[in-house]
């Protein structure tokens, strides 16, 4: 962490749906696991996320750029530790 954003680096963004052929769809998949990551950010005092990574299936290049050409893009994404932080970062990957 520095200066109050903690930085995950290395962050995938995939599909159940597109890895194993079942699942949930869209940004509803990734609310579990961003909810404990916006606790354990919160915890140690953090005031923005930083998501460092690349889309890794077609399903996560839709989520995020709304395109299925982009897999393996890079991309990086910041929001508040804040409920509404979250919601307006899943918000923006729905679009």
Known sequence: MS???IIFNDFSVGTSKVYF??????ATELVGP????????Q???AERITLKGRYATEGGAMLGTGSVDNVKQNFSFSFPTTREGLKG???GLEK
């Open 43 to 45: 915890s140690q005092g």
């Open 89 to 91: 970062f899943l918000k």
């Open 34 to 41: 961003l909810k404990q990551m916006l606790n354990y950010a």
């Open 21 to 26: 052929g079942y699942g949930p769809d869209g």
């Open 3 to 5: 200066n109050g954003e």
